[in-house]
């Protein structure tokens, strides 16, 4: 028999666990080669992009992907460019369905990052280039962005 010291059972606490995590799809471009790893003064103009979507696999299990896509440019063209699908499975258990949604695109995506932060660093550096170590993401921000660009869930029908 074990006490809880009047705090909640611990088979209906709050719980996120990862099942799995997984590269789904990876690309990396370097179409400009040999010319693109010439030493230059210039600095290249590098522009990330940042998504994340999320698919319910069970009443539990929900995968996650967090998709990055970046390239790095110069007045001579593209020096290289890539796209990442990182990908992995949470199980979820005891959140209320109010937090689940931030949960799943706020904290998943923050479990994953630092290893497809590493793929791409090792893919950068691979390709003939300095490591690019991306900076960490703010995924309230982006949730909270993502939570505006969508409608209120009773909004009005627009008049046609």
Do not use: H
Not at 65 to 72: H, M, Q, R, S, T
Not at 86 to 104: D, H, M, T, Y
Not at 113 to 122: G, K, W
Request: proline share 11%; net charge negative.
């Amino acid at each position: 028999m074990s006490t809880t010291n009047g705090g909640p059972a611990p088979d209906t606490l709050p719980q996120l666990n990862v099942v799995g995590q997984y590269v789904k799809d990876f690309s990396f471009e370097n179409p400009n080669a040999p010319q693109s790893l010439m030493p230059t003064q210039e600095q290249p103009q590098i522009g990330i992009q940042i998504n994340v979507a999320a698919t319910p696999r069970s009443d539990s299990d929900i995968e996650v992907v967090l998709k990055l896509e970046g390239k790095a440019e110069n007045k001579d063209g593209i020096l290289f460019n890539f796209e990442l699908e990182f990908a992995g499975v949470f199980r979820i258990r005891n959140v209320p369905q109010e937090s689940l949604n931030a949960v799943v695109l706020i904290e998943c995506p923050r479990l994953l990052f630092p290893f497809a932060r590493e793929i791409i660093a090792t893919a950068v550096r691979n390709g003939g280039f300095p490591p690019l170590l991306l900076d960490p993401v703010d995924f309230v921000s982006l949730y909270r962005q993502k939570m505006e660009q969508m409608p209120p869930v009773n909004a009005p029908a627009q008049p046609s």
